[in-house]
């Protein structure tokens, strides 16, 4: 009599269209299922970030470490400027003579040396004029030498008065003038050589040549305003930079320790 009793107290109590036990059940489930997703993707980070000693990968191996000797000495002071590089030596060549280009001996920005080709110029013409010069200098060298004849055949007969003294004197002077024309042939020799070697340009110092200017087949003319080659010394080679103030004592005390000079480099060199 009991047990009816509690049933039916309990049914009297369940408020009507409450939901039933399978009900309870299917809102459950959906929670269970997604704990489970929950918990999975957990574990899949957690092994995706295991240490590689975990996971089954080789290890780190320890670095080996060396050890040196120590040395007691300055270990510098460095600052940083920017600067201008300034060439000791700039040389621009001009062309001294009148003619056509034949050869170009370098290309921009080629490094040569003293004494090296640059620029050929057609030497026909200057080579043709020497030859004229050397001529005209070999027959008044045969006229001086029939005038000096001459004039030893008149001493000796002066001096036997064999012929007047008069024609003697002139005959010295005819010899005088002769030698005057063979220096002055002498000079235009020399002076053609000199312009057939201006067709030959070569490098005064040794450096980097510049932008190439001329090509064969140009015709140039002496006494142009504008340079055929111009060449850079690079050694030596001067930097003009400027130092911060706040620097100054640190200079100083540097000057004072290494002398007169201070180690200078760009970076990523060594000083020198």
Known sequence: MSTSYI??????LQPAGAPT?????????????????????????LRKHKPASQAGETPL?????????????????????LGTVTPLVTVNLYSQVNGEVVAV?????????????LINIDPRPYEAQLQEYQG??????????????????????????AVARQTYEDQEQTVAQNRGTVKN????????????????????????VGLRLVDPGNVIFSGG??????????????????????????????????????PVGHRGKFPH
């Not at 489930?29 to 899949?44: E, F, K, M, R």
């Not at 490098?203 to 980097?208: C, F, L, M, Q």
């Open 7 to 12: 049933s039916e107290e309990t049914t009297s």
């Open 21 to 45: 036990g399978g009900y309870t059940r299917r809102k459950i489930w959906p929670l269970i299922l997604a704990a489970a997703l929950i918990a999975v993707v957990t574990i899949a980070l």
């Open 61 to 81: 191996t320890t670095p080996n470490i060396r050890t040196a000797p120590v040395h007691a000495g300055s270990i510098g002071e460095y600052f940083e400027a």
């Open 105 to 117: 001996h370098y290309v921009e920005g080629q490094i040569v040396r003293k004494g090296d080709p």
């Open 136 to 161: 005209q200098l070999e027959r008044d060298q045969a006229v001086l030498r029939q005038a000096e004849i001459d004039l030893a055949r008149y001493r000796e007969a002066a001096a036997q008065d």
């Open 185 to 208: 042939d002498m000079g235009q020799v020399e002076y053609g050589k000199v312009q057939r070697s201006y067709c030959h340009l070569v490098a005064p110092i040794s450096g980097r």
């Open 225 to 262: 305003s504008s340079p055929i080659v111009v060449i850079t010394e690079l050694q030596p080679i001067t930097v003009v930079f400027n130092v911060a103030e706040d620097y100054l004592d640190q200079v100083r005390s540097r000057h004072s320790f290494c002398g007169e000079r201070l």
